[in-house]
Nanobody, 114 residues
C-alpha cells in the first residue's frame, strides 16, 4: 500500500510563500497522476493543481501564476510552491495520487493571516 506524507504547511502573512512537499513511500509519480487539493472550512474540497505522468500540469484559475507544481522523481516527492499567498488560500492541503486506485495524504494546514 502506497502512502503519501505531506509537509511544509504553516502560518504566513499575505504576500509570503510556502512550499509543500508530498513524499510517497514508493516510486509512483512517473506512473500516477498526482495532484494537490485543498479544503477550506465550510467548503468542498477543490483541485489546486494536477500533473500527469508525462508532466502535463494544470492549475485552478485561483492559483495560476502564483503556484507551481513539480515532481522530483528521484526523491519520490511532489512539490507545490506557493507564492504571493492570500487569506483565500487558507485551507488544509491534501496530496493525491491516482492510477487504478486513489490515494490521499493526511493533509497539512496552510493559514494565511495578517
Amino acid at each position: 500500500q502506497v502512502q503519501l506524507v505531506e509537509s511544509g504547511g504553516g502560518t504566513v502573512q499575505p504576500g509570503e510563500s510556502l512550499r509543500l512537499s508530498c513524499e510517497a513511500s514508493k516510486h509512483i509519480f512517473s506512473t500516477y497522476t498526482t495532484a494537490w487539493y485543498r479544503q477550506a472550512p465550510g467548503k468542498q474540497r477543490e483541485l489546486v493543481a494536477v500533473i500527469t505522468p508525462t508532466s502535463h500540469t494544470t492549475y485552478a484559475d485561483s492559483v495560476r501564476g502564483r503556484f507551481s507544481l513539480f515532481r522530483d522523481d528521484a526523491k519520490n516527492t511532489l512539490v507545490l510552491q506557493m507564492n504571493n499567498l492570500n487569506p483565500d488560500d487558507t485551507a488544509v492541503y491534501y496530496c493525491y495520487a491516482r492510477s487504478i486506485v486513489e490515494i490521499w495524504g493526511q493533509g497539512t494546514q496552510v493559514t494565511v493571516s495578517s
